[in-house]
Structures are given as C-alpha cells and as structure tokens.
C-alpha cells in the first residue's frame, strides 16, 4: 500500500518540478538565456530548487503575452471576469497546505503562526475581488438636457507587479486580483528570495484563467524588473519594496506618463497611554510587531511610545510572552517564529544590533531561544530584540529594520506622545492604546498614517485601504476604492440627444 505523500514531500517535489521556469501564455518556460540562481530554505541553507532568471527578452515574452490576451479578456462581462477569481480562490483553498508548506520552507516563514495564514488571506482576496465585478460602476452626469453624459470605467491594459520577499502571496493577491477583475492583464516580477510559491499560484491559477491573463517572472530588480517597468505595453506598476526602489521606478514610470501604486515600508509608531488596558495591550505589542515573522513586516510596531508610568510593567511582560514563544523550524507546527529570509538581510538586521548594543544607557533584552536542532544550526535565526529606553531621533527609532528589533520610548505627556510619533519620515501604520475614548478618536485624526487602529493592532485584510503616506508610498491596496482608482480609468462620454 502506497503511504501518502507528506506535505514537505509534495512541496520540495513542486520546487522541483518549477525550478528554472517563469510562467507565460498559459504554461512554465525556461529562462530564454537558461540562467537560473538557487533558492535556498533559510532554516536549514540547503538548496530546494532554482529559479528562472528572467532579462529583457523574458520580459518581451511574458508582455507580449499578456497584451495578446489583454482585448479578449476586457471584452468579458466583470461579472464573467469576477466568476473565474471565485473559481480560481475555490482552487487556491484546495490546495493551502501545498502553497504554505513552500512558502515555509522558501522564506522561513513559520507555517502555522504565518504561512497557513497568509496562504488563507490570499484565496481570500480572489474571493473578495471576485465579487466586485459588478462594482465597475461610472456616473450619469446631469451636464445639459440636450446631451446624455456619462463616465466609463476601462481597464488600463497591462499592468506590472513587482513583488516583495515578506508576505509574497497576500501581497502578490492585493495587487493581481483587483486588476484581473477591472479587466487588465499582469505581468508579475517575484522577489528574488521568494519566486517558487508565488510561481506556484499562479500555476494554480493559470487552471482558472485563459493563458496570458496572468503571468510570472522570477529574476533580479534591475535586469528583470528594470525592463518590465520600461516595456512600452505595461500600462501601469504596482509595487512593494523598499523607499529606494520605489523611486527608482517612479522614475523610471514619470519617464512613460504611466501611473504606480507604491507601498515602500513604515516605522510605525504604537502609543501606549496610562490608561491603556494591560493585558491587551502586551498581547497586542506582540502581535504588531510580527515577532512571529521576525518582524520583517512593513507595519511593524517598531517604534513603543509608551508612557512613563507603565513602561517597566510593559516591558516586563512583553518580555515574558515573548520568552514563552518558540522560534525554530519553521515547518514544525509547534513553531511560533521562523526565520530571517536571507543572508543579506540577518546582516543587517544584525547592524542595527550592534549599533543598540553601542548606545548608552539603553537597555537591550534578547528574547526567546535560538533553536538548537543540528539541521537549523546555519539557519536565519535572530533572537527576538527590544532595546529600552532608545530616543526618538535615534537611527534605530527613525530607519526601518525589518527584523524582530523593536524600540521602547518613554513619555510623559499626550503631546509628546503624538509629537514623537509623527516626527517620521514614514507614515504608513500608527496604532493608540487607551481607554479614553475622547483621545483615541483625538488620535485617529492627528496621527500621520494611512493605516490607524485603536486598541488592536491587526494586519492588512481584503476589504480595507491599505497604504501609507510620506515615504511610505503612494495609493490604496486591498479595496474596492483600490481596484475603482488604480486599476481603471476613466473615460466621459457625452451623446447629442438632437
Ligand atoms: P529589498 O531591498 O527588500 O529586496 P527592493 O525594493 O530592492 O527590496 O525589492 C523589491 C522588489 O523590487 C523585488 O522584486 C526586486 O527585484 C525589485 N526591484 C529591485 N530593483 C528594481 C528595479 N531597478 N526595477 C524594477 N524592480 C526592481
């Protein structure tokens, strides 16, 4: 008898079965130069496949593609559109436990505290899209009684999406569903740490869709993303990453008129007023900070305003839960914390360690355990790091990290907490923690931020705006505003009625 396949086997045999290949026009294709580089598990370092490493010509192909099925795919009802993301969520739910096992063991990304859950989030936003079909919605404008005036919503054609490494399939779901269901086709650039799962999506996906509606490229920023933004049939950039690459290609998009969706990152600010509920609030700090995902989130709550008077009580017990949580092999379901994704990224996590360790009268408290199984003993691992008492001008408070290093910073006064918090350079997340309800609502209105809770501190979901301001980025993710404003545009149509 046969014994069924367990789910690590099933995930490094897809690794295998997609290394080398991008995907266009409906199937895998090897790079056209027959380059590939190794994609490695950060837990253990050992190599689990390769991936395609795309340049210009991929990038003609793989557009030319999706223009060829971009007319066919607009002229379907939105509601025809909306079916098939329904059926290709339906197709994605059947098969979470393969997407989230390749995603663990790609980006170290504990299984049950992240992977599962973000493979979840991802069929949930084909869901969420796939019922906006009949949301594509213009106006009748009352402009003259002898003229019918209207507007008209279009897709914009081809759109490109460059993806990052910390949450690659919620992420990739927030920017590929919302442009398939307005009537567009995309082109999507993977990370170079994370090209094998979201490769297998849109495998998965390509079993719902006509080929060439949705395409993937795996390969380097410049030599792959760099052409992709500058192929004159891409019609739009939504992008995910860092402050510096976000400019660099609204550069690159200003250079053609063609419109961008960024979200480039956050430091982001959690008040912790007196009279915040303890409790909650410590099991709060734990979860905005993603120590579960080594804090490489864009809304980590990196920056700790909390007020002087609760500030020992608060780090004691943020120390505690942090203490009881596990950090080790991230496809062990007994696994709290994963990984960091990549050797490149630990080193400079590890910069900002030093550079902690060197302030004084900071104090530093290294949380959890290291694992101490032989097979992870190269792995990614960093210790869960708060440093208290860091001010507020300092690099560690002003730069993002994106790692498990977050900073506690005392105040006394509300002023001072709201002062601080929005002297940033980022503005993307903000959280308030009190039970007055006078200054949380004061709070939700001054703070500098696109995304602002009070008293809770939960991730992006499907149905909710999501973006920042200052430097983190420009546009909305995530919404039906999102799909309406940045994945259609307009078009006013007047009609003589003489
Ligand atoms: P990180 O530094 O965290 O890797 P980046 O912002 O450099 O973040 O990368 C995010 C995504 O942008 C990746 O898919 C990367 O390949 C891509 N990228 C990097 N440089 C460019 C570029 N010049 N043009 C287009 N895409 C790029």
Not at 5 to 23: N, T, Y
Not at 128 to 148: C, D, Q, R, V
Not at 350 to 358: C, F
Not at 404 to 423: H, L, R, S
Request: proline share 5%; with cysteine; hydrophobic share 45%.
């Amino acid at each position: 008898m046969d014994t069924p396949q367990q789910p690590l086997d099933i995930a490094l045999a897809h690794a295998q079965r997609l290394s080398g290949k991008h995907l266009y026009a409906g199937t895998l294709q090897a790079a056209l130069s027959g380059k590939t580089f190794p994609v490695a598990s950060p837990a253990t370092r050992l190599q689990i496949g390769t991936a395609a490493d795309g340049n210009a010509d991929d990038v003609a192909a793989a557009v030319g593609a999706a223009a060829a099925a971009q007319p066919e795919w607009a002229a379907m009802s939105p509601r025809a559109r909306g079916k098939i993301l329904c059926q290709a969520a339906a197709q994605l739910t059947q098969h979470t436990e393969e997407i989230a096992t390749l995603l663990a063991l790609e980006t170290g990304k504990a299984i049950r505290t992240e992977s599962r859950v973000e493979a979840n989030v991802l069929a949930d936003c084909f869901e969420f899209y796939g019922g906006l079909g009949s949301e594509l919605k213009g106006e009748t404008i009352p402009f003259a009684p002898n003229m019918l005036v209207f507007t008209q919503r279009e897709p914009i054609g081809v759109v490109a999406a460059i993806l990052p490494w910390n949450a690659p399939l919620m992420l990739m779901a927030f920017k590929i569903a919302p442009a398939l269901v307005a009537g567009n086709t995309v082109v999507v650039k993977s990370a170079e740490e994370a090209p094998l799962s979201t490769l297998f999506v849109v495998e998965l996906l390509n079993r719902c869709l006509p080929a060439g509606v949705v395409n993937i490229l795996s390969g380097f920023g410049p030599s792959c993303g760099g052409p992709l933004v500058a192929d004159r049939r891409i019609g739009k950039v939504t992008f995910t990453g860092s402050v510096d690459t976000g400019k660099v290609i609204a550069h690159a998009a200003a250079e053609r008129l063609i419109p961008t969706t960024l979200e480039l990152g956050g430091k982001s600010p959690m008040i912790v007023m007196e009279d915040a509920d303890l409790d909650r609030t410590v099991a709060g700090a734990v979860a905005g900070m993603r120590f579960t995902r080594q804090g490489q989130s864009c809304t980590a709550a990196s920056r700790m305003l909390v007020h002087r008077s609760l500030r020992d009580q608060f780090v004691e017990r943020m120390a505690e839960k942090v203490n009881a949580m596990r950090m080790g092999d991230p496809l062990d379901e007994t696994t709290d914390i994963g990984t960091i994704i990549s050797t490149g990224q630990y080193d400079r996590v590890r910069s900002y360690l030093d550079l902690g360790r060197q302030i004084p009268d900071v104090q530093t408290l290294q949380l959890s355990a290291m694992p101490e199984a032989p097979a992870l003993k190269n792995g990614l691992f960093i210790q869960p790091t708060v440093f208290v008492g860091v001010d507020n001008d300092n690099r560690l408070a002003r730069e993002e990290i994106f790692g498990p290093v977050t900073c506690v910073i005392p105040f006394d006064t509300y002023e001072q907490a709201i002062t601080m918090a929005n002297d940033s350079d980022y503005g993307l997340a903000a959280t308030i923690w009190t039970s007055n309800l006078q200054r949380a609502l004061d709070a939700t209105r001054r703070l500098q931020a696109g995304f602002v809770q009070v008293n809770q501190n939960i991730v992006a979901q499907p149905g909710l705006s999501y973006g920042g301001i200052k430097q983190s980025g420009l546009g909305k993710e995530a919404s039906m505003e999102a799909m309406l404003d940045h994945f259609t545009q307009k078009k006013t149509v007047l009609i003589s009625r003489d």
